[in-house]
């Protein structure tokens, strides 16, 4: 890909953000940081909060406490000024009927032309390239909804880089994918992060995964952020018993610390 996926990496500050579920809270008082073309990943248990955390960085769940992207907050920041800023891939996304893989990648350009307006030639050529890039191309004019799980996770990533976003906020994106599709998607988050600066926030179950490609990982645990810090320091057979309720070695691998489960 030559000229996708666009402008470097901004800056994401997490303060004091707290959210609920109706009348249950489910967060208390995250605070994170992401530099720009940094990798933060959220772990923890499920139901610690991750998903809604994402939700609220996006401005898609109401919350208290702020967030500011390059130092500005996004609360009463127009949502098209947003969508030109965040990009999200959901971990259980709305796929619409009858709409083609690539019609559903060039939705992510939406942002970037004036309300109304067909898709330009710029708009197919982005779209085009993170097909490409995700090996996407030859299931182009099948009907997303017709796709497999991992190839649907696969389109709803090139969705959100189609958007040329400078923050992308995955949630489980490699959850569908077998091995090899999974260090697909993986290389090439890390590449535009390294090449474009593109900065990333996102939930990952797979620690070993989680401590291989993110600098940073924040272990959630009942909505507090119990650790945070490099993949070395976070992912410690301490953590695991205490917050996982599991039974774990965790090994020096050749990329960061590996995470094995024992009997
Ligand atoms: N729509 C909802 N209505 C009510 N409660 C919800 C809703 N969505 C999530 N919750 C609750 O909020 C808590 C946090 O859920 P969330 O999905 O953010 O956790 P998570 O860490 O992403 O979990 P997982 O790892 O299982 O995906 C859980 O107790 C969950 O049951």
Redesign the pocket.
């Known amino acids: 890909m030559t000229s996708a996926p666009g402008p470097a990496g901004a800056s994401v500050e997490v303060v004091d953000l707290s959210a609920a579920?109706?009348r249950?809270p489910?967060l208390h008082g995250v605070r994170l940081t992401v530099a720009p073309g940094g990798w933060l990943a959220v772990i923890?248990?499920?139901?610690?909060?991750?998903?809604?955390?994402l939700r609220s960085v996006l401005g898609f769940h109401p919350h208290e406490g702020t967030v500011r992207i390059d130092g500005v907050p996004t609360s009463g920041m127009p949502r098209r000024a947003r969508a030109r800023l965040l990009a999200y891939a959901p971990?259980h996304p709305v796929l619409p009927e009858g709409v083609s893989t690539s019609d559903y990648v060039l939705l992510g350009r939406t942002p970037h032309r004036p309300l109304l307006a067909a898709p330009r030639a710029r708009d197919r050529e982005v779209a085009a390239e993170v097909m490409d890039r995700l090996a996407l191309l030859p299931l182009a004019d099948r009907p997303v909804t017709q796709l497999s799980g991992g190839e649907q996770q696969r389109a709803v990533l090139a969705r959100a880089l189609a958007q040329q976003p400078r923050v992308l906020l995955l949630?489980?994106p490699t959850a569908a994918l077998d091995l090899g599709h999974a260090q697909q998607v993986l290389d090439l988050l890390d590449r535009l992060r390294r090449q474009d600066g593109l900065t990333v926030l996102s939930?990952l179950?797979d620690l070993t995964l989680a401590g291989q490609y993110a600098d940073r990982l924040t272990l959630?645990s009942e909505?507090r952020v119990a650790a945070h810090g490099t993949p070395t320091e976070v992912l410690t057979p301490t953590a695991l018993a205490t917050h996982y309720g599991a039974r774990a070695q965790v090994v020096a691998g050749p990329d960061g610390p590996a995470v094995l489960p024992v009997r």
Request: proline share 5%.
């Open positions: 579920h109706g249950i489910v923890g248990p499920n139901g610690s909060g991750k998903s809604t955390l971990q949630d489980e939930t179950h959630l909505g």
